[in-house]
């Protein structure tokens, strides 16, 4: 069942979702990535980041931004570190910037395909998490190219590990938590369209585009690249 990427749909990318039942799923995903310790290796990466590169002021996107939360983890972890940071969210779900912004995250908010973005629009770092899987290969090979093109430092992507254990660990947790119908219908099938270690190596090699893969716990990969 999980020998290749899956590409059945989440109900997260259906256009007709109403505000309230993006926001409540967008509610549970907050607590997803909070207790799957997903903002961590995404601010362990920008302390390298940080490290090799000398930047004390970054300019930082979020693809797929969703409610912001992760933003939020980066403007804490900015203010530890004595980083300026100008930080911006991009989610193509009209809802998404709403629940951002009113949950405070302190960020310029794009409403957009990240496609469609201003062509002249360019960050330090762009990275994203829990996005990629939402794309087939052929739109993932054209964002890789397009995530090497706007990044002047580095681009990160955490997504998932596509493995049987999570699949059947998320499984059972979203329904012991009472999830969110969108969540529980998602949490599965997002980890049936995510990634194997041969899947990134492929896509890079399509894109053309040089990167480190890293496992990391609990069960994401961290593709990304850092210029220094
Ligand atoms: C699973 S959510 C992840 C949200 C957030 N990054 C997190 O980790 O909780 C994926 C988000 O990507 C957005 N998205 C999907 N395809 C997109 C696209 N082509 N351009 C911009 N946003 C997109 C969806 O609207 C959704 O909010």
Same mark, same amino acid.
């Given at each position: 069942?999980?020998?290749? !990427? %899956?590409?059945? #749909?989440?109900?997260?990318?259906? @256009? $007709?979702? =109403?505000? /309230?039942?993006?926001?409540? +799923?967008?509610?549970?995903?907050?607590?997803?990535?909070?207790?799957?310790?997903?903002?961590?290796?995404?601010?362990?990466?920008?302390?390298?980041?940080?490290?090799?590169?000398?930047?004390?002021?970054?300019?930082?996107?979020?693809?797929?931004?969703?409610?912001?939360?992760?933003?939020?983890?980066?403007?804490?972890?900015?203010?530890?570190?004595?980083?300026?940071?100008?930080?911006?969210g991009?989610? !193509? %779900?009209?809802? #998404?910037g709403?629940?951002?912004? @009113? $949950?405070? =995250?302190? /960020?310029r908010w794009?409403? +957009?395909?990240?496609?469609?973005?201003?062509?002249?629009?360019?960050?330090?770092?762009?990275?994203?998490?829990?996005?990629?899987?939402?794309?087939?290969?052929?739109?993932?090979?054209?964002?890789?190219?397009?995530?090497?093109?706007?990044?002047?430092?580095?681009?990160?992507?955490?997504?998932?590990?596509?493995?049987?254990?999570?699949?059947?660990?998320?499984?059972?947790?979203?329904?012991?938590?009472?999830?969110?119908?969108?969540?529980?219908?998602?949490?599965?099938?997002?980890?049936?369209?995510?990634?194997?270690?041969?899947?990134?190596?492929?896509?890079?090699?399509?894109?053309?585009?040089?990167?480190?893969?890293?496992?990391?716990?609990?069960?994401?990969?961290?593709?990304?690249?850092?210029?220094?």
């Open positions: 069942m999980l020998h290749a !990427r %899956s590409s059945a #749909a989440e109900w997260m990318d259906d @256009a $007709a979702a =109403t505000e /309230a039942e993006f926001a409540a +799923a967008l509610r549970d995903l907050a607590r997803i990535n909070r207790m799957s310790l997903a903002y961590r290796p995404v601010l362990r990466w920008l302390d390298r980041l940080v490290a090799r590169t000398g930047a004390t002021r970054l300019s930082v996107l979020d693809v797929g931004a969703g409610g912001g939360d992760m933003l939020r983890a980066i403007a804490r972890w900015a203010a530890q570190r004595g980083v300026v940071v100008e930080l911006v991009l989610d !193509r %779900s009209p809802w #998404a709403r629940y951002a912004l @009113a $949950a405070g =995250t302190p /960020a794009i409403t +957009a395909d990240l496609f469609d973005l201003d062509p002249a629009e360019r960050f330090d770092v762009v990275l994203c998490s829990l996005f990629t899987h939402h794309l087939p290969d052929p739109v993932l090979v054209r964002f890789l190219q397009w995530a090497e093109a706007r990044a002047r430092l580095g681009w990160l992507i955490s997504d998932l590990h596509r493995h049987p254990l999570p699949w059947g660990f998320v499984w059972a947790a979203v329904r012991a938590l009472r999830m969110d119908p969108m969540v529980v219908h998602d949490s599965t099938v997002s980890i049936a369209r995510s990634f194997i270690r041969a899947d990134w190596a492929r896509l890079l090699a399509a894109a053309g585009v040089a990167a480190e893969i890293r496992w990391t716990f609990p069960f994401r990969w961290l593709v990304g690249s850092i210029r220094a």
